[in-house]
């Protein structure tokens, strides 16, 4: 399988999230994004919830997602729900390992993969803040491949500054190219903007599988000053 088909389904599952996971929780965030792939667009909602790990909890279809966030917002545990792919599945990071339960797929799993120190991005659209933040130039971090559970290592690097037109509005934004790690590099990128002010995801662009076929995009769809929305 190319490098750009690996990542075909890959936003699926990074800036989705469920309404009806948050009543019971603080909202601290909500948006909403459109996502392009050919002529096929979709509406995504997002949303980050308080509570003693700060989640993501996102849905597309029948399935269900739960991002659980440390305090510098890399990934702690990821857990993927889907009834129709008979899928219930978790992943939790213990020190330098990957620790898979439940069943994916209709197929049982109960396995660990072995990472290094580096952070686990598993919900980029907010993972990347803090190091947006630094003076950093890139960042190396680990992302689980939805499709396949196969682990990956990723790079991402500034870019500097580009001003967007975003529903109608300039925007300045920051850009990271992300590449994969290693030898492979050379062979897929995509690009992610984040608004300079705050880090709130504005668009992505990227492969959407072999060569030929359509782009993936996603951009805000939301107002850009939303009231009930807090970024912290």
């Not at 994916?104 to 919900?123: H, M, S």
């Not at 960042?139 to 491949?145: G, P, T």
């Not at 030898?183 to 504005?202: M, Q, S, T, V």
Request: net charge neutral.
């Amino acid at each position: 399988m190319s490098k750009s088909a690996f990542f075909c389904g890959l936003l699926l599952h990074l800036f989705l999230s469920c309404p009806c996971q948050s009543s019971a929780a603080e909202v601290l965030e909500q948006h909403l994004y459109q996502r392009s792939f050919g002529t096929k667009i979709s509406t995504i909602a997002w949303q980050r919830l308080a509570g003693e790990s700060e989640r993501i909890v996102s849905e597309i279809g029948s399935e269900i997602d739960e991002t659980e966030m440390g305090a510098n917002l890399a990934t702690r545990a990821w857990q993927i729900s889907d009834p129709e792919k008979n899928t219930h599945l978790r992943i939790e990071r213990q020190g330098e390992r990957l620790r898979l339960k439940g069943r994916f797929k209709g197929e049982r799993i109960e396995d660990e993969k072995r990472i290094d120190e580096a952070p686990w991005f598993q919900t980029m659209s907010i993972s990347f803040r803090p190091f947006l933040a630094s003076e950093d130039k890139q960042i190396r971090f680990w992302f689980v491949r939805p499709d396949t559970l196969d682990v990956h290592k990723l790079r991402a690097e500034k870019q500097g500054f580009e001003e967007l037109l975003i529903q109608g509005l300039p925007v300045r934004a920051q850009k990271l190219e992300l590449r994969l790690s290693g030898l492979a590099a050379p062979f897929w990128k995509a690009n992610y903007w984040f608004r300079a002010e705050d880090h709130l995801f504005l668009r992505y662009q990227g492969p959407g599988g072999l060569p030929g076929t359509p782009k993936i995009e996603v951009e805000l769809s939301s107002p850009l000053n939303e009231p009930d929305v807090v970024l912290r």
